[in-house]
Structures are given as C-alpha cells and as structure tokens.
C-alpha cells in the first residue's frame, strides 16, 4: 500500500502535466511544429546527398538510392502534415499562409518534388552521370517552394 499522501502527489502532478499538454497542445501550433519537423527531416535525407555534389563526400549510388527512398517517403507527407490551414492564426511558424491561398500551386510543388526525388533514386541505379543530373531537379523542387511558402 502506498500512503495516501503519494496518491494525493501522483493526482497533483498529473493534473500539472494534463494542464500542461493542453496549454501547448494547440492543435494550430502542434500543425506548426509537425510541418517544421517534417522539413527538418527532409533537411536530414537530403544532407548525406547534397554532400556527394559538394565535394564533402563521394557519391555513393546505394546510400544516395536509400536516401532519395526516405525522401519520396517524406515528400508523400507535404499534403497531408500542411492540410491544417493555420493562415492568420497566432502560431510560431515560418511557413507563409499563401501555402492555404495558392493550394494548387502548393501541392504542384509538392508534386515536383515527389516526382523528383522517385526519378534521382531511380538515376542512382543508372551510374553517377545519370545521377549527377536527375540531383539538380531535385534540389530545385525543395528550392523552389521555398522561395514561395517559407519565410526567412
Ligand atoms: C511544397 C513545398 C516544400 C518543398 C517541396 C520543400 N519544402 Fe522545405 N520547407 C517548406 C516550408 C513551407 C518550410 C517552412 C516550415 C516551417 O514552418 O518551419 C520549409 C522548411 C524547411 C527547412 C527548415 C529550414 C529553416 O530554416 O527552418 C528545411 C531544412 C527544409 N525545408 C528542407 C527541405 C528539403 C531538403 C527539401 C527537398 C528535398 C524541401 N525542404 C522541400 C516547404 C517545402
């Protein structure tokens, strides 16, 4: 048996962490943080290849095809992680709320990408020329939403 003082304790602190995670459990600033993460990784599958073409590394057809993998992973969850339209709400975001007044031009991008990073992977199967090329697609399909939707 536990003395009835450590229950009123355990009661008091899961009060404390429900009131918690309701406060920071804005659904807008959750949608917020969920699309920064997501970014953040697409940042983490692309670093090992951006590196192999900037001379930080030499290209590496098997890790360069498994990254490209991760990212048409990703890219298949822009759609779904940025439906939350968050325009004019207050969030701590650097995403522009055009994303939510230009959808279609937004899930174009998407879709550039996506359709990128499936033709890189498959380049990487087809020698390092042919995947030196399909890389520069592919970097401008993250770059060119970029310059759209993401403040600085
Ligand atoms: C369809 C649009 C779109 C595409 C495509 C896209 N991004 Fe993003 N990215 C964004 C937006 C919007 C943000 C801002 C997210 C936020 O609110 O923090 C962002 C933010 C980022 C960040 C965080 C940067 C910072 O300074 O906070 C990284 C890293 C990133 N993206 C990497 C990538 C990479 C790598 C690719 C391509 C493989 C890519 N993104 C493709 C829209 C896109």
Redesign the pocket.
Same mark, same amino acid.
């Given at each position: 048996m536990y003395p009835i003082k450590n229950l009123i304790c355990l009661s008091t602190l899961l009060v404390i962490a429900v009131s918690a995670a309701s406060h920071t459990g804005d659904d807008d600033q959750i949608a917020?943080v969920n699309?920064?993460s997501?970014?953040?990784v697409?940042?983490?599958?692309?670093?090992p290849i !951006?590196d192999m073409y900037a001379g930080k590394a030499t290209f590496d057809a098997e890790l360069a095809a498994l990254q490209a993998t991760r +990212?048409v992973q990703?890219?298949e969850m822009?759609a779904p992680i940025?439906s939350r339209n968050t325009a004019g709400k207050k969030v701590s975001?650097?995403?522009?709320d055009l994303?939510w007044e230009t959808p279609e031009d937004?899930r174009l991008?998407?879709e550039?990408?996506l359709n990128a !990073?499936i033709d890189y992977r498959e380049a990487t199967g087809q020698g390092e020329a042919s995947a030196r090329q399909a890389f520069k697609p +592919?970097?401008d399909?993250?770059?060119?939403?970029?310059e759209?939707?993401?403040?600085e």
């Amino acid at each position: 048996m536990y003395p009835i003082k450590n229950l009123i304790c355990l009661s008091t602190l899961l009060v404390i962490a429900v009131s918690a995670a309701s406060h920071t459990g804005d659904d807008d600033q959750i949608a917020a943080v969920n699309r920064h993460s997501l970014m953040m990784v697409m940042g983490w599958g692309m670093k090992p290849i !951006a590196d192999m073409y900037a001379g930080k590394a030499t290209f590496d057809a098997e890790l360069a095809a498994l990254q490209a993998t991760r +990212l048409v992973q990703l890219a298949e969850m822009i759609a779904p992680i940025f439906s939350r339209n968050t325009a004019g709400k207050k969030v701590s975001t650097s995403t522009l709320d055009l994303v939510w007044e230009t959808p279609e031009d937004f899930r174009l991008k998407t879709e550039n990408l996506l359709n990128a !990073a499936i033709d890189y992977r498959e380049a990487t199967g087809q020698g390092e020329a042919s995947a030196r090329q399909a890389f520069k697609p +592919l970097a401008d399909g993250c770059k060119g939403c970029h310059e759209d939707y993401k403040s600085e």
